[in-house]
């Protein structure tokens, strides 16, 4: 069966520091792009950051740029997301997502809860 | 980047009524649109991708059309289960975005 399942999340201060893992199973992982995608509390879908089967590409959305970090162990079928100085504004549920064959997020884990507060 | 605006934000109708979602582009992006459900408490899953295009297993009361900056996501008789947020995505350009949402609440 093809999932994914993410941990790491937790309360962390303002400017504090979160790695959030992500770990997939099976499918061919390397074979894959991966996401991460949030959703503050009763709000929509934003996406996060995207990074490619060999780690040769990575994107990231404007309000994360230089604050968090996307890497993956192809070896461990893993895919992280390194978050520092974080903002009350990054609490949300984080969810990993496979970039499918047809180009969209095709799979996605149950998500884990990130607080950022005092 | 391209900003994609959903309407209604809610829409509320009866099971067994025909459901037609909205999702506009603030510039084009051929087709490279999908549709997302998502239920309380859940992780969104992916319905229809190239905007046309059924993902696997997906009913065929589901169907999506459009292309360029117009799409639509129609629900031809709702079902209990489809009560739900739906969500639009491009992958035209980055950063990808998404839809506000809209909400398929019962009436």
């Known amino acids: 069966e093809v999932q994914l399942l993410e941990s790491g999340g937790g309360l962390a201060q303002p400017g504090g520091s979160l790695r959030l893992s992500c770990a997939a199973s099976g499918f061919t992982f390397s074979s894959y792009a991966m996401r991460w995608v949030r959703q503050a509390p009763g709000k929509g879908l934003e996406w996060v950051s995207a990074?490619?089967?060999?780690?040769?590409?990575?994107y990231y959305a404007d309000s994360v740029k230089g604050r968090f970090t996307i890497s993956r162990d192809n070896s461990k079928n893993m895919v992280y997301l390194q978050m520092s100085s974080l903002r009350a504004e990054d609490t949300a549920v984080y969810y990993c997502?496979?970039?499918?064959?047809?180009?969209?997020?095709?799979?996605w884990g149950k998500g884990t809860t990130v607080t950022v507060s005092s | 980047d391209t900003v994609l605006t959903q309407s209604p934000a809610t829409l509320s109708l009866s099971p067994g009524e025909r459901a037609t979602l909205s999702c506009r582009a603030s510039q084009s992006i051929s087709n490279f649109l999908a549709w997302y459900q998502q239920k309380p408490g859940q992780a969104p899953s992916l319905l229809i991708y190239d905007a046309s295009n059924r993902a696997t297993g997906i009913p065929a009361r589901f169907s999506g059309s459009g292309s360029g900056t117009d799409f639509t996501l129609t629900i031809s008789s709702l079902e209990p289960e489809d009560f739900a947020v739906y969500y639009c995505?491009?992958?035209?350009?980055?950063?990808?975005?998404f839809g506000g949402g809209t909400e398929v609440e019962i009436k």
């Open positions: 997502a496979r970039r499918g064959d047809h180009s969209y997020m095709d799979v």
């Open positions: 995505q491009q992958r035209s350009d980055w950063p990808l975005t």
């Open positions: 990074i490619s089967g060999s780690s040769g590409t990575i």
